[in-house]
Nanobody
Framework: QVQLVESGGGLVQAGGSLRLSCAAS????????MGWFRQAPGKDREFVAA????????GYADSVKGRFGISRDNGKNTVYLQMNSLKPEDTAVYYC??????????????????WGQGTQVTVSS
């Protein structure tokens, strides 16, 4: 089992940047592929980005491709989401998630086994 804690959310103006972090504790971090999802009020949970256990492969939603970057540091048990050129439509609660499917970078949230509590990102226009 793994526990996940997100941080780094906040209020930013459109065009600005934020970096989210997700710290993992418990079972060996390398045992998981990691993903970021988001959920805006009144909307379904939405895939944002994912990364395999080693960091060799990543996947992104079309809506964030070219603006967001996912990375991980297995030595620090942390996964990051660098968000650039933020837009008001990026406003949501952002969640990190872990899956034991080591090579999974897909969009299906049901494939993920563990979730953090979320961090709010608000982008003002």
């Amino acid at each position: 089992q793994v526990q996940l804690v997100e941080s780094g959310g906040g209020l930013v103006q459109a065009g600005g940047s934020l970096r989210l972090s997700c710290a993992a504790s418990g079972r060996t971090f390398r045992s998981y592929a990691m993903g970021w999802f988001r959920q805006a009020p009144g909307k379904d949970r939405e895939f944002v980005a994912a990364i395999t256990w080693s960091g060799a492969n990543t996947g992104y939603a079309d809506s964030v491709k070219g603006r967001f970057g996912i990375s991980r540091d297995n030595g620090k048990n942390t996964v990051y989401l660098q968000m650039n050129s933020l837009k008001p439509e990026d406003t949501a609660v952002y969640y990190c998630a872990a899956t034991t499917k080591l090579y999974y970078t897909g969009t299906d949230y049901t494939r993920y086994d563990y979730w953090g509590q979320g961090t709010q990102v608000t982008v003002s226009s």
